[in-house]
């Protein structure tokens, strides 16, 4: 078996002998329903133990914007193209309500690449966030592992701005669970990232939609 064959067997029957397309087919089904499985059950579990810290942080974002505030979201890799779906999350909702001030760090390719290239990669967000954050604005942070530094230094700035900080993460938290690192952090118990990943997204588009809700109230 060469080529596409090795690569898709199941669109080549005859390569693997008789009813071997009708396997594989059988064996990614059953992949794909153990997948969409679990991350049911891991989002089940997050809404099960952080419903009401997740309640609390929709709380305080709604504040923080009611009084003027604005959403700062940064990350890495598929974190960093998060980042930009949290912006557009608040920007330009799905359901009715107000656009509500937000940026992906990320957006800006200039920025970030000139201060990796000049300064370092640690300080790609933490730079625009103390050159821009302002009191009672509200930092988002996305990392799957809880440990990017450059993230870690982000939300560092943050505090010191005086920034409401809020942040996403996987596995055990990472260094992001440490006390003092962030004021409302919601950990996906997981050790892989595309169901980190997955969950995340729902966490923050119910916190948009919370925060939508509390801002509806007042």
């Known amino acids: 078996m ?3 064959e090795s690569l898709y067997p199941f669109l080549y029957p005859s390569s693997g002998g008789a009813g071997s397309g009708e396997r594989v087919l059988g064996e990614v089904a059953a992949s794909t329903r153990e997948k969409i499985a ?16 997740i309640a609390r942080c929709a709380r305080a974002m709604a504040a923080s914007f009611a009084a003027g505030g ?27 309500g107000p656009a509500l001030p937000a940026v992906a760090l990320t957006a800006d390719v ?14 790609v967000f933490a730079r625009p966030i103390a050159a821009a954050g302002r009191p009672g ?9 809880g440990g990017s530094r450059n993230v870690l230094a982000g939300l560092a700035a943050a505090r ?9 993460a996987g596995g055990g938290g990472g260094a992001m669970a440490e006390p003092g690192t962030v004021d409302h952090l919601f950990v996906m118990p997981s050790s892989s990232v595309h169901r980190i990943q997955e969950a995340q997204t729902t966490v923050y588009q119910v916190l948009g939609e919370l925060v939508r809700d509390e801002l509806r109230r007042s």
């Open 38 to 53: 679990e991350i049911d059950r891991l989002r089940r579990r997050v809404a099960d133990e952080q419903a009401e810290e």
């Open 110 to 123: 200039a920025v970030l690449t000139a201060l990796a290239n000049d300064v370092s990669f640690e300080v």
């Open 137 to 145: 604005d509200i930092a988002f942070a996305l990392s799957t592992s």
């Open 160 to 168: 010191r701005t005086g920034m409401l900080t809020v942040g996403l």
């Open 2 to 4: 060469t080529g596409l």
């Open 70 to 96: 604005r959403l700062v979201a940064f990350g890495n890799g598929g974190s960093s193209t998060d980042a930009q779906a949290v912006a557009a999350c608040f920007t330009v909702p799905a359901s009715p």
